[in-house]
């Protein structure tokens, strides 16, 4: 086994770690975080329930979280990236064979004060094992065949797991994640052209597949691609959702109607705008300049990870730092891109905006990581 | 195991590569996301904005309240009453079967109506508002609104609808409303909006239908915002209509309850016209019907009643029955020979009882004929081969003319769905109509009101109003509009001479007054309103035989035209009964009571009335009690 360069000579210990945190990361998530909170409010039509209130007490939650799981050092959290990864299939399996159903799908754990979503675990446990995988490879045999089915494998597990459930959207997010994470660890760029070419292979065969008795996707998600392809073709069903959402989102203007003034989210002709179509709302109520100041922080979150990343002289902090960052940039690209119809309809959150208490809860405690790995960074001596 | 420092280093540059080129990748995405929210909130954003209003905003229409009608003492004759109703939005209900089948527990619906109401229902737009029941009671209203949460879709509703106090009395007059079919929309140009609402009413025959665009009014609109599922949020703004134009008839509504009681259940109409103005004050036709039944749907079997009803309920026989007026149309004859110079008052004929003509035989009514008549007498036993006499000389073209001036054969202007233009026939209209030579035997017929003459009651009273008061009198029916009186029309003299007509009203006089006249027993005796008219039987076929002994439908019309007082007329009248036989027995005392009725506003003392009609008028005063009696419980039990 090789450790990290761990020198408890040089890294803070007790309280001094508070000021190693990265603080304007956790600015930077608390005002993410706010636009949030105000945004449920206005879609509750200026009301605290039913969405605000539950989202500040789980913001509370994961931000305590998040600063437990940064003072934690960060080896502690590389020994655990295999305990942890099985933990989730584990949960993964579990969800499948007792999980609550919903929207026709089996995601849920009901933990009674909050349902819990294995997917979102699974998330930041694959990155956690890819970062610790690469951390023990010798450099030099990354790119080497067998070095590399091995991580392959620790993806599709998981992503096997969640098709299953189904949910193509996180299924897609744990292949480009995972594969974002082998990217910064310096496997081959041939590796990749392979598997976008395959992926398109993929595809092929999914369109192929349809109506034949090994049909590869349910009904309902062919029907989203064929919407994604030509809303127009089905405007009052599936396509119903893409054209609100453009409408809401191009009514906006350069500034907006206001807070609460977002005629089409509250007269529910925005479907989900508590959650997957939040951001149609926000881009409804202030317009341009509300749309891209919240890009714009996302930018930043992902900067500042980056630059930590970048600065990170440990393998596993760096890949860490990178591929939750990675996961964190899938989250609110695909939702964007979604809301904008500019890819199909797959329940992808808002990162941090979005109501619901897995995937904030858990990106809170994945930011821990980044600042855990923040912290613990090997220093040289002073 | 330590990792070598190189490789370390190596790995530290590989990561830091590859994050700069994963950053640059992910800001490169971002800045591409920022682009397409430019271009959507920016430079399409006026189109989405559009998209959006649309998305949102949903015009309405407030249907105006509709004109009320009056007659000329101001009660009221067509009303709007407020009804509780439940409607429902079958896009909102979700499963239609089963909400229908809760609110049937609530609402007696029978199983037809609740099939024709999910058939309907499938048919209309599912985000419109469809009626379920109407009419209904307080409780059951305020039920249905306890259970909405059990009702999804279903609303309890308060709205206006047409009722018709007077029940079957202005049935005629002036119809009723009904809602718009297919049929109707197929008729109009370019339609209001209005009709295109579920449940909207127009009129449908009668007045209501004449006079239905200012009786409707216009709409109002209101805008208001709606959710996704079309649900109204809020009201953005409200533009009143303009309520419809009432108005006020003529028609004296006590007068016409009389004369409706008065003829009964025979087939017969019976007009009173106002001789100075031409204000129609009656205007009967029986049987009649309830035109509120019309208004909240009729059933099939009340429906099939009215039409199936040899007696034509629902045909208006005052304007639109045309019947050959017999002999009330010598009045015409008379004064066409007069008036052509062919013959004075005073010049007789003789009357063998029949006329011998180009090898044909006309007889006159008394076989036994009636010696030597001049005019006066000729009106007052009503003798034919007087008038064949005349035909003879005067022409057709010449009785034609003299009909349609005074209304015969001509078009009168009153807002009635359908008024009859009766037939004053001349050589030109045979040749059209049946492409046939004139023979002087259609002179002869027509003479004596049979043949092609055609008429109608209103026709009848307004050539009745024309020989008393002298003028061109028109029939009116509007009195005023928005309390603005409407113009009386021809009160300049008639283009007859005045001494002519005063010797056909001397004879008219003499038909009901003097000791052989043929409507004598039908006489008024009281002081300065004694009546002069002229009896009328005309033939429904040619052969002749006792009225008794054939059926109904083949017996003869009862005929009488009259005015009072003959010395300062005020009232015309004219009674058809289908039918009836003699129009001295049976139209003339109709004539006689209605005439009474209209002089003395209201019930004639018994003095008014010749000592030997007495007993019979008790007789019908009684029957006439009965019946509103009968009347006044239906009505209260409604």
């Not at chain 1, 906006?252 to 509250?266: A, C, I, V, Y």
């Not at chain 2, 001509?410 to 209209?429: L, N, Q």
């Not at chain 2, 055609?454 to 509007?478: N, Y």
């Amino acid at each position: 086994m090789s450790y990290l360069e761990y020198n408890r000579e040089t890294v803070p210990t007790g309280l001094s770690k508070v000021l190693y945190v990265n603080w304007a990361l956790v600015v930077l998530l608390l005002a993410v975080c706010s636009v949030g909170f105000l945004m449920l409010f206005s879609v509750a039509g200026g009301s605290l329930s039913p969405w605000a209130e539950p989202q500040m007490k789980r913001f509370a939650l994961g931000l305590v979280m998040m600063f437990i799981v940064a003072m934690v050092p960060i080896y502690f959290w590389r020994n655990m990236a295999l305990l942890a990864y099985l933990g989730s299939l584990l949960l993964l399996v579990f969800v499948e064979l007792f999980g609550d159903v919903g929207m026709g799908a089996q995601r849920w754990i009901d933990l009674g004060f909050m349902r819990l979503q294995p997917s979102e675990v699974a998330k930041i446990t694959l990155v956690m094992l890819l970062a610790a995988y690469y951390d023990w490879l010798d450099v030099g045999k990354t790119s080497r065949p067998l070095w590399v089915i091995l991580p392959v494998i620790i993806i599709l597990v998981p992503t096997a797991l969640v098709l299953k459930q189904p949910d193509l959207g996180t299924a897609l997010l744990l292949v480009v994640g995972g594969a974002m994470v082998m990217f910064c660890a310096g496997v081959h760029w041939l590796y990749f052209g392979a598997v976008i070419a395959s992926g398109a292979g993929l595809v092929t065969a999914v369109v192929a597949s349809r109506g034949t008795t090994w049909q590869l996707l349910k009904d309902y998600q062919y029907r989203r691609i064929d919407t994604f392809l030509d809303p127009e073709s089905d405007p009052l069903g599936a396509g119903y959702h893409i054209t609100q959402s453009k409408i809401a989102l191009g009514s906006g203007g350069w500034t907006g109607r206001g807070l609460m003034e977002g005629t089409q989210s509250r007269l529910n002709f925005l479907p989900e705008k508590h959650t997957d179509f939040i951001f149609t709302t926000l881009a409804e109520e202030f317009g341009f300049v509300g749309g891209v100041s919240l890009l714009v922080l996302y930018v930043l979150i992902l900067a500042f990870c980056i630059v930590s990343a970048l600065k990170n002289r440990d393998r596993f902090s760096s890949l860490l730092i990178l591929g939750i960052a990675g996961t964190f940039f899938l989250f609110f690209a695909v939702n964007m891109s979604m809301v904008m119809g500019l890819a199909p309809v797959v329940g992808v959150p808002l990162p941090l905006v979005s109501y619901g208490g897995s995937a904030m809860i858990v990106l809170l405690g994945a930011f821990g990581l980044v600042q855990s790995a923040h912290i613990h960074r090997p220093r040289g001596r002073r | 195991m330590r990792r070598a420092p190189k490789d370390t280093e190596e790995s530290v540059r590989k990561i830091t590569r590859r994050g700069l080129v994963m950053g640059g990748l992910m800001g490169g995405f971002a800045a591409l996301l920022a682009g397409r929210m430019r271009y959507m909130q920016v430079d399409q954003a006026d189109e989405f904005r559009l998209l959006a209003e649309e998305n949102r905003i949903k015009f309405s229409l407030i249907p105006p309240e509709r004109g009320l009608i009056f007659d000329r003492n101001g009660r009221p004759i067509a009303v709007n009453e407020q009804i509780y109703r439940v409607v429902i939005v079958p896009e909102d209900a979700g499963d239609l079967e089963n909400t229908l089948a809760r609110l049937r527990k609530i609402i007696p619906l029978t199983d037809e109506e609740a099939e024709k109401a999910l058939e309907e229902m499938r048919r209309a737009s599912p985000f419109l508002e469809y009626t379920i029941a109407d009419r209904l009671s307080w409780e059951q209203l305020s039920e249905v609104a306890v259970n909405t949460p059990a009702l999804p879709g279903i609303s309890p509703e308060v709205g206006l609808s047409r009722h018709y106090p007077m029940l079957e009395d202005f049935a005629h007059v002036i119809g009723y409303v009904g809602r718009v079919s297919d049929y109707d929309l197929s008729k109009i140009e370019d339609p209001d909006p209005l009709l295109r609402l579920p449940q909207f009413q127009i009129g449908k025959v009668g007045v209501e239908s004449k006079w239905e665009e200012p009786l409707r009014g216009k709409a109002g609109n209101r805008r208001i915002e709606v959710n996704a599922s079309g649900r109204v949020m809020r009201e953005l703004d409200r533009q009143q209509g303009i309520s419809g134009t009432d108005l006020q008839l003529t028609v004296d509504s006590q007068l016409q309850n009389y004369v409706q009681a008065r003829l009964g259940t025979e087939s017969a109409a019976a007009m009173v016209m106002d001789v100075t103005n031409g204000d129609l004050l009656a205007i009967g036709s029986a049987p009649s019907f309830d035109p509120n039944l019309f208004v909240r749907g009729i059933s099939v079997a009340d429906y099939r009643d009215l039409t199936e009803n040899d007696h034509r309920p629902l045909a208006n026989k005052a304007a639109q029955g045309l019947y050959p007026p017999g002999s009330t149309f010598k009045m015409v004859t008379a004064l066409a020979a007069m008036e052509a110079g062919v013959v004075t008052a005073g010049e007789t004929f003789y009357c063998p009882g029949h006329k011998e003509v180009s090898g044909r035989r006309f007889h006159c009514w008394k076989r036994s004929g009636h010696g030597w008549v001049d005019l006066d007498g000729s009106l007052q036993q009503s003798c034919d081969v007087y008038y064949y006499e005349l035909a003879l000389k005067a022409g057709i073209e010449n009785i034609s003319a003299m009909a349609k001036k005074l209304g015969i054969g001509v078009r009168h202007d009153i807002p009635m769905s359908a008024v009859a233009e009766g037939i004053a026939p001349t050589k030109a209209w045979k040749a059209e109509r049946y492409e046939q030579e004139w023979v002087v035997g259609d002179s002869l017929n027509a003479s004596i009101g049979q043949g092609f003459v055609l008429a109608s009651p209103l026709q009848l009273v307004v050539m009745a109003a024309r020989l008393a008061s002298g003028t061109q009198i028109e029939p009116r029916l509007v009195k005023s509009v928005d309390g603005r009186e409407t113009p009386v029309k021809g009160l300049e003299p008639l283009d007859i001479s005045p001494t002519a007509l005063q010797q056909v009203r001397k004879g008219m006089y003499n038909v009901v007054n003097s000791s052989r006249g043929t409507a004598r027993s039908s006489r008024i005796v009281a002081e300065g309103m004694t009546m002069a008219g002229k009896t009328g039987t005309s033939q429904v076929r040619s052969v002749v035989v006792r009225n008794q002994d054939v059926p109904w439908e083949q017996r003869d019309h009862a005929l009488f035209v009259a005015f009072a007082p003959y010395d300062n007329p005020k009232y015309a009248v004219s009674v058809v009964v289908e039918h009836g036989g003699g129009g001295s027995a049976v139209a003339a005392p109709i004539a006689r009571d209605v005439m009474l009725q209209a002089l003395y506003g209201g019930l004639p003392p018994m003095e008014a009335y010749p000592s030997s009609s007495r007993w019979e008028v008790e007789q019908i005063r009684k029957d006439l009690k009965l019946r509103e009696d009968l009347r006044q419980d239906a009505s209260d039990r409604a």
